[in-house]
């Protein structure tokens, strides 16, 4: 059964500070991996798809890299700015369904 | 721009209602999905559907069922409410599985 793990479980930095969310899972047969933010009482938004057969995917500050093989992936965020205070969470496709991490929840000082 | 959205974005219910949430999706994806999110159990799949009158159980599907007359609709049924189904429900769709799967904005369901 797959499991997604994601590390930290919540992080506070100082505005411009580059950061680093991990997420693990147990299974490497996966199609992709993808990356939400959810803001406190809302939908997710979707930051990035990674599939299979990539390393990495880029969108602005944001950067994602995929290690199937060691079962990782690190959602990287440069200069943060208090705007990107929120949870974010990992999800990967395997078999029939996305399965989900708890979420890394962090928070942005200005 | 792609959307999906629900019909209710707080609702409150009583224990033993028969409540509809509802579920619309405008990027004409085949595939829907049904999920809870709950504090410390995070987000757990329903029901999900791969069609028009298709329907897949998900992980917790106890205490509900669905309809999918229409493909851009999908509606998720509480037969008779209870207070442990009191959550944040949330809705999403995609074309195919390789693809960005998309969120609604979720309701959140009050069961007193």
């Known amino acids: 059964k797959q499991e997604v793990t994601q590390i930290p479980a919540a992080l506070s930095v100082p505005e411009g500070e580059n950061l680093v969310l991990n997420c693990s899972f147990t299974?490497?047969?996966?199609?992709?991996l993808q990356w939400f933010r959810q803001d406190p009482g809302k939908g997710l938004t979707s930051l990035l798809l990674?599939?299979?057969?990539?390393r990495e995917q880029t969108s602005g500050r944001l950067n994602a890299s995929l290690d199937k093989s060691s079962g990782r992936s690190t959602l990287y965020i440069a200069a943060s700015q208090p705007g990107d205070s929120a949870t974010y969470l990992c999800?990967?496709?395997?078999?029939?369904?996305?399965?989900f991490g708890a979420g890394t929840i962090l928070r942005v000082k200005s | 721009d792609v959307k999906v959205t629900q019909s209710s974005r707080y609702l409150v219910k009583r224990t033993g209602e028969k409540v509809f949430l509802e579920c619309v999706q405008d990027m004409d994806h085949e595939n829907m999905f049904w999920y809870r999110q709950d504090p410390g159990l995070g987000l757990r799949l329903i029901y999900f559907?791969?069609?028009?009158?298709?329907?897949e159980k998900g992980d917790i599907p106890e205490g509900y069922s669905v309809s999918r007359e229409k493909k851009e609709r999908f509606s998720l049924i509480l037969e008779s409410a209870s207070t442990n189904q009191t959550s944040m429900y949330l809705c999403?769709?995609?074309?195919?599985?390789?693809?960005?799967?998309?969120f609604g904005p979720g309701t959140r369901l009050l069961v007193l």
């Open positions: 559907s791969y069609d028009v009158k298709m329907k």
């Open positions: 990674i599939q299979s057969s990539q």
């Open positions: 999800a990967v496709w395997g078999g029939n369904k996305l399965v």
């Open positions: 299974d490497s047969a996966i199609y992709n």
């Open positions: 999403a769709s995609h074309r195919g599985f390789k693809e960005t799967q998309y």
